[in-house]
């Protein structure tokens, strides 16, 4: 199968990158390398993902002096050397396949762009229908104004670098117009594979509201166009650290 390139983003992460660190040193599918990108970070992320040189051999990790979501990732992409890239938040989680069925998918569906779906095991009966319904969402706004998850985004270098990257100029939902330019040229499509994302980010602002906060974004880009310059009231690197 196809190598890739793995861009994590980070942010004051010491206690999770390692969770995701390890996943992938277990990954079936072993072609690919590590590209961790730090937002200047507080704790020691760094240290921690350093740790895993030995499980990872194509590990490597930079450390950048500015922070920003988008920054991160378009770091992430000139550093990657494989044209295949994965795009990843650090609070992800990934069963021991994911790599090798979403790649499959990928080929088989000649895919350069992609997204796939949020894993809602062992989390409440609240979570599980909240996270079917965003799945939902993603899936039928994929075929006309695709909206994504930039915690677990497929694209390819070629894409990445015609569309000029994640725009950092975008308060939120910088991962949708990511999604929603590159469609205008290449056709973007969910995969069904699923991503185990950490619910502190609901938990911290509140389920309903930080759904309302995103349904709202994306009838207002549906509109008016992106949201640049903090147009709505976001702090996108809030979330802490509690377990």
């Known amino acids: 199968m196809t190598p890739l390139s793995i861009v994590i983003i980070t942010l004051n992460e010491e206690k999770r990158i390692g969770r995701l660190l390890e996943d992938l040193s277990k990954q079936s599918h072993q072609q690919y390398e590590v590209i961790v990108v730090d937002s200047n970070s507080d704790d020691n992320t760094c240290e921690v993902a350093r740790g895993f040189e030995q499980a990872l051999p194509s590990l490597a ?3 950048m002096n500015q922070r920003g979501t988008s920054l991160g990732r378009n770091t992430g992409a000139q550093l990657a050397k494989y044209e295949r890239l994965l795009f990843l938040d650090a609070d992800v989680r990934l069963s021991p ?6 790649l499959y998918e990928l080929e088989s569906r000649k895919l350069e762009v992609a997204g796939s779906y949020m894993e809602a095991k062992d989390l409440s009966f609240s979570y599980k229908v909240g996270y079917a ?6 899936f039928s ?7 994504a998850v930039g915690a677990c985004t497929f694209s390819t270098k070629r894409v990445h670098n015609e569309i ?3 725009d950092p100029s975008i308060a939120l939902c910088e991962d949708c117009d990511y999604a929603n330019r ?3 040229t290449w056709r973007y ?4 594979v699923r991503f185990w994302f950490d619910p502190r980010r609901l938990e911290q602002d509140g389920f309903i509201k930080m759904g309302l906060t995103y349904m709202k974004a994306n009838v207002r880009r549906f509109f008016m166009g992106e949201m640049r310059n903090k147009r709505m009231d976001c702090n996108c690197d ?3 650290d509690a377990n």
């Open 133 to 138: 319904l965003f799945n939902a969402g993603l």
């Open 238 to 240: 809030h979330y802490t």
């Open 182 to 184: 590159a469609a205008k």
């Open 164 to 166: 000029g990257g994640f």
């Open 97 to 102: 396949t994911f790599l090798t069925n979403a």
């Open 189 to 192: 499509r969910m995969i069904p």
């Open 61 to 63: 990790v930079h450390k």
């Open 141 to 147: 706004t994929s075929f006309f104004f695709p909206t």
